[in-house]
């Protein structure tokens, strides 16, 4: 019996001596495994007397469970000493500063249009859309735009392919379909606003390629300009939050108002930023007119019983104007700095109630 005595203290030994679970396993094998030293043991019984092997297979046998057991503890061992290494090197102190990271903020474009909404809201519109991707009939035809009109080059209208049946569809170029669409499916008196995105073939610093507008459209009985001037300006006095602000119509053509006008606002361009209220030069914001019989009629609307004003006002100029950025190009460049600078907490949704920026 010594020698297992013997052969017991060495597995043992080595067991309490291995260091990691794959000196552990090669423990396990030199002794459990095929031909491993116990299993060498097992072995050996066939040779032996019944009696000699009833004895020795007995103690055999208590020796291998106990190196089991040895090495089925020394395993829990092991991994609850890795895992507490482990747990210990990825602690993280929740009561350090955080490490500085920009945060999201809201694009002054989208804060601007908020603001927008939040004013017009108040006024008594309410919001109406369309699709970016419009057919002819609703951003030309409806509108006026006579087949072949020069008005329709003056676009610069993105188009897609021509369909096989003929039709091509385009980018619209203005919110103004949203007119057509509000009033093809809806009866006077209508007061709506449309913001959106729109597309014109054109890039500079006053001009991007994607821009955005906010369109108002008013039907009713007897509505006339003066309701309209009452409009632009009760609105820009609230978006600059100041009457400090000079504007100017300039008459103007559009197909689908009569008569029809553009305003700019008063604006000094001389130093890196842009000033509002002050200044020599004039920065057009928006174009406006009474809605042309024509259209109300091709919208199913008696122009003799109805009457109606609409406008049509670029976002991103007013955003410009009113948070003094000199360059339209500037929104679009994605540049974090630029940003961060300009950009608006988004907690903060601007309300006609608590104030707007
Ligand atoms: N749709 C015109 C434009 O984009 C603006 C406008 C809208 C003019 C409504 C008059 C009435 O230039």
Known sequence: MTDLTTLEADVLAQVAAAGDLAALDAVR???????????????????????????????????????????????????????????????????LPAPHRRRGSVHPTMQTMDEMIAIFAEMGFAVAEGPDIEDDFHNFTALNF??????????????????????????????????????????????????GRTYRVDNDATHTPVFHQVEGLVIDKGIHMGHLKWTLETFLARFFETDAVTTQFRPHHFPFTEPSAEMDVQCDRSGGEIKIGQGTSWLEI???????????RACGIDPDEYQGFAFG?????????????????????????????????AFAAPNAASGLS
């Open 146 to 195: 006579p087949p072949k009109h020069p008005a329709r080059e003056m676009h610069d209208t993105f188009f897609f392919n021509t369909k096989e049946d003929g039709e091509r569809m385009l980018l619209r170029t203005h919110t103004s379909p949203v007119q057509v669409r509000t009033m093809v499916s809806q009866k006077p008196p209508i007061r709506i606003i449309a913001p």
């Open 286 to 296: 928006l174009g406006c007119g009474m809605v042309h019989p024509n259209v109300l």
């Open 29 to 95: 094998v030199s002794a459990l495994g095929k031909t491993g030293s116990i299993s060498g043991l097992l072995k050996t019984l066939g040779a032996m007397s019944p009696d000699e092997r009833k004895e020795r297979g007995a103690a055999i046998n208590v020796l291998r469970d106990r190196v089991q057991t040895a090495l089925n503890d020394k395993k829990a061992a092991l991994e609850t000493a890795a895992l507490d290494a482990r747990l210990a090197s990825e602690t993280l102190d929740l009561t």
């Open 313 to 345: 006002m670029g976002v991103d100029r007013l955003g410009m104007l009113k948070y003094g950025m000199p360059d339209l190009r500037d929104m679009w460049a994605s540049d974090s700095r630029w940003l961060s600078h300009y950009g608006f907490s």
